[in-house]
């Protein structure tokens, strides 16, 4: 059985920092580029960040360039999304999903349940 395991949301501070976790199983997941989306009541999902099976390429929507960073760890069969200097704007429940920065959006791709990031005073 194919599963995609977030954690480690919650709520955080503006400004502060949070490291989510993606923990895949039932499926090769060396073999598959992997991304992470958002999604907040009301509205679209918003894509925000992908990298390549091997780890070496990561992209990033502007709206959090410089401030997320996505990685994998293979050999654990895990991806990460750390973000920091948190804005109240990045408040969304948090996807991962297989898929590249085009593809992502795929019905067919694999999907996790999210986690809630809340970034309040």
């Known amino acids: 059985e194919v599963q995609l395991v977030e954690s480690g949301g919650g709520l955080v501070q503006p400004g502060g920092s949070l490291r989510l976790s993606c923990a895949a199983s039932?499926?090769?997941?060396?073999?598959?580029?992997m991304s992470w989306v958002r999604q907040t009541p009301g509205k679209g999902p918003e894509w925000v960040s992908s990298i390549n099976s091997g780890g070496y390429s990561t992209y990033y929507a502007d709206s959090v360039k410089g401030r997320f960073t996505i990685s994998r760890d293979n050999a654990e069969n895990t991806l990460y999304l750390q973000m920091n200097s948190l804005k109240p704007e990045d408040t969304a429940v948090y996807y991962c999903t297989t898929g590249d920065s085009s593809t992502w959006y795929r019905t067919e791709n694999y999907w996790g349940q999210g986690t809630q990031v809340t970034v309040s005073s």
């Open positions: 039932g499926f090769t997941f060396g073999s598959y580029d």
